[in-house]
Each structure stands twice: as structure tokens, then as C-alpha cells.
């Protein structure tokens, strides 16, 4: 497992932007798939995007697509999410996940085996 903290969230109003950083710890992080879920009000967890080891492969879900950009920073150990046009529905608590294996973090019952506390971004309307 790697250790994983998120920062970069807050209020912002809609059409504006936000860049959520995932800081991650282990001597094998940099070898890790990692991704972004959020967590909405009253709704259950989902799926935001993934991004491969190296970079090469990112998945989005359909609700963020075009608006979203997934991204690593290896040297730093560091994965990025920038989001653009944000809109109310996208208010959540935003995590960051790992898993040595990146099917796991686009699969619909896949349970990533590293996770984040968690960074609130609010989203006014």
C-alpha cells in the first residue's frame, strides 16, 4: 500500500476552476495506477478519472469529460486533477486512490487497495 493525501480543494463558483494535488508516499508509489473518485451529498461514491504508472493511458468518466484533466508528476510522486467549468453537481468530497494494477481503479466493482482522507470542493452556483 501507499499513503496518499489530498489538498487543493475549496469553494469556488461555478465556471471557475480548482487543481486537486494527491501527494503519495511508499517506495513503490511511482509504479502505481492511480485515480480520482468523489464522493457527492446524498449520493454514493463514484468514479471521477484514472491515470496509468507512466502516464500514457487516463479514463474519464462521461460526466467529466472535456471539462477534467488527469495528470502525474512521478519525479514528485504526485497526481494532479484540474478542473475546469466546474457546475454545482460537482460539489463532493474528491479521493484519491492507488493500485498497482489500473484495472482496478476503472472497473465498476474494483476496490483500490490504497486511499486519501478526502478534500472538499464546493461548487456555488
Known amino acids: 500500500q501507499v499513503q496518499l493525501a489530498e489538498s487543493g480543494g475549496g469553494l469556488v463558483q461555478a465556471g471557475g476552476s480548482l487543481r486537486l494535488s494527491c501527494a503519495a508516499s511508499?517506495?513503490?508509489?511511482?509504479?502505481?495506477?492511480m485515480g480520482w473518485f468523489r464522493h457527492p451529498p446524498r449520493k454514493e461514491r463514484g468514479f471521477v478519472a484514472a491515470?496509468?504508472?507512466?502516464?500514457?493511458?487516463?479514463y474519464y468518466a462521461d460526466s467529466v469529460k472535456g471539462r477534467f484533466t488527469i495528470s502525474r508528476d512521478n519525479a514528485k510522486n504526485t497526481v494532479y486533477l484540474q478542473m475546469n467549468s466546474l457546475e454545482p453537481e460537482d460539489t463532493a468530497v474528491y479521493y484519491c486512490?492507488?493500485?498497482?494494477?489500473?484495472?482496478?481503479?476503472?472497473?465498476?466493482?474494483?476496490?483500490?487497495?490504497?486511499w486519501g482522507q478526502g478534500t472538499q470542493v464546493t461548487v456555488s452556483s
Open positions: 486512490a492507488a493500485d498497482p494494477k489500473y484495472y482496478i481503479l476503472v472497473a465498476p466493482q474494483g476496490k483500490p487497495g490504497s
Open positions: 511508499g517506495r513503490t508509489s511511482s509504479t502505481y495506477a
Open positions: 491515470i496509468s504508472w507512466n502516464g500514457d493511458i487516463t
